[in-house]
């Protein structure tokens, strides 16, 4: 049975320096193809990748704003970088679902910005707990530190 591996094996092996001709010819021939022209094509592509990403996302906010208020919710409970939730042991109990329905019961899409508010700041990220007001009323609120 033939195996086309196998057969090119054998025939670099056995045509080498007819290869090496080649290859030296080619990049003569090619120089945006060596090395540091992969590399540059290779930047290019996950540039473009990382645009093409940020495009989508901006996207899926327009027509969802309420996910970047989910988002946002997450990102300050679960990872350390914010340090003040992870100390105060802030967690979150709200789905996607459940920041749509406080969207919609507290007309954010009316709002000029609007910010997710804990009535109680002290308490954790759940559905009684929470709604949406302009974020200058938000900011204007003062929380009195207790650590």
């Given at each position: ?22 290859n ?37 906010y ?9 988002h ?17 042991k ?8 459940d ?34 007001i302009e ?13």
């Open positions: 049975m033939f195996n086309k591996i196998e057969y090119m094996k054998k025939w670099r092996r056995e045509n080498k320096n007819e290869l090496n001709v080649y030296k010819e080619y990049r003569k021939q090619h120089p945006e193809m060596v090395r540091e022209g992969k590399r540059k094509k290779y930047k290019r592509h996950i540039e473009y990748y990382r645009e093409y990403q940020r495009n989508w996302i901006e996207k899926k327009e027509k969802e704003p309420w996910l970047r208020t989910y946002s919710i997450k990102g300050r409970c679960e990872y350390r970088i914010w340090t003040s939730y992870y100390k105060r802030i967690k979150t109990f709200l789905t996607i679902d920041v749509k329905f406080l969207w919609f019961r507290d007309k954010a899409y009316k709002m000029k910005n609007p910010s997710i508010d804990r009535i109680n700041p002290y308490e954790n990220y759940f559905l009684e707990n929470c709604r949406f974020l200058r009323t938000n900011q204007k609120r003062k929380r009195v530190r207790k650590y």
